[in-house]
């Protein structure tokens, strides 16, 4: 027997297995997967980022600049927010109900130029941030310790990598944060997979003839008609959920759609994330001959304290959103409110109403 193991640099090829020794070898890949992270005596560690770049950081770090859009709501998901010592200049309506602390965190102007005085001023004693190597050299040659929790470079090629990259996203912010936010992290992970779990369940199972095709406005925050394309994230989530992305053959991440290719695609279904409402598509009196308008089957994403779309802690309550709109026969029983309800109390340890929840699912704002 031949056995590869795809690695990040490459495969590592290993043959003629023995059926005793392939178990033992997949017992231990297991197992060192599954070591937590070590936090020793000593006021540095090392790790190595999602980017593949090893950094110096605080053992447990106290000042954070969360400079990476969907990375704030990672620190309140993993019991952490109150070392939030930045923010990405990114605020949604349930950022402040949730957490009202959020107004006196200083947020950042440009999140493509960050500002190392203000960092230094504020004792920030680790950056999140994204993989752009100029702005990373400027933070570290003032002293800043910077990490990229994503590889911008990789796109996951199927579901089940997709899901792994995701918990491991997660895995990554409790293994810099330190021990408590680990077993957060850990917790999450095991929470969000039982659910969507017991979506792709179902979904898996749905011919492409019986999937909607969906369009999805998720593209650069506040673009008119950006989306994102094949293998990324909402392309999963939609997938996941039952669906079909029309712009799953697109190669760029990030594709602006005309009025005559939407026209042309005639989608089923249009969910819209990043725009205010769904009045520029209904409105539109190009679109009115769209099966997703004439029937309308256009909706707003939901989002809480970030873009479901957008690799957000909550994006697993997107595919069960989406599940439920896709194929309300097959998920009737998906209790969409009592699922955000739980969300929201154990992990953001929040208390939300039902009213609140159902706000929050339809894209409302608080009040």
Not at 72 to 94: C, F, I, Q, T
Not at 174 to 197: F, H, M, N, S
Not at 247 to 269: A, G, K
């Amino acid at each position: 027997m031949t056995l590869r193991f795809t690695t990040k640099n490459g495969s590592l090829i290993i043959q003629t297995v023995r059926p005793g020794l392939l178990a033992y070898i997949l017992m231990v890949m297991f197992c060192l997967n599954s070591l937590p992270p070590v936090w020793a005596d000593g006021e540095t560690r090392v790790v190595t980022d999602r980017a593949g770049r090893r950094v110096e950081i605080p053992m447990v770090p106290q000042r954070v600049a969360c400079l990476f859009g969907p990375s704030y709501e990672k620190l309140l998901a993993l019991g952490a927010v109150d070392r939030v010592a930045m923010a990405a200049n990114v605020s949604l309506p349930w950022n402040m109900v949730v957490n009202p602390g959020l107004n006196s965190i200083p947020a950042s102007g440009n999140y493509g130029a960050p500002d190392v005085e203000q960092m230094l001023n504020l004792k920030v004693d680790l950056v999140i941030y994204h993989p752009f190597a100029k702005q990373i050299d400027l933070m570290t040659s003032a002293g800043l310790p910077v990490v990229v929790p994503y590889d911008g470079g990789v796109r996951q090629h199927t579901l089940e990598d997709f899901l792994e990259d995701w918990y491991g996203q997660i895995r990554f912010y409790g293994q810099v944060l330190g021990p408590d936010a680990w077993k957060q992290a850990k917790a999450y992970c095991t929470w969000a997979d039982e659910r969507i779990r017991k979506v792709t369940r179902v979904t898996s199972q749905i011919p492409l003839s019986e999937r909607p095709r969906v369009f999805y406005f998720c593209g650069q925050i506040n673009g008119s008609t950006s989306t994102q394309t094949r293998h990324s994230t909402a392309d999963w989530l939609v997938t996941a959920a039952g669906g079909t992305m029309l712009t799953h053959d697109e190669s760029s991440y990030y594709v602006t759609v005309s009025t005559e290719e939407m026209i042309l695609w005639d989608p089923d279904i249009i969910i819209v994330s990043t725009l205010p409402s769904i009045d520029p598509i209904v409105s539109n009196p190009r679109f009115q001959h769209i099966k997703a308008v004439k029937n309308q089957n256009v909706v707003m994403s939901p989002e809480g304290q970030f873009y479901w779309s957008h690799f957000s802690t909550e994006s697993f309550l997107c595919i069960l959103f989406m599940a439920r709109l896709f194929h309300p026969d097959l998920f009737q029983n998906l209790n969409l409110p009592g699922e955000l309800i739980d969300y929201y109390a154990r992990f953001y340890h929040y208390n939300l109403t039902l009213t609140q929840a159902k706000q929050i699912l339809s894209h409302l704002p608080p009040g």
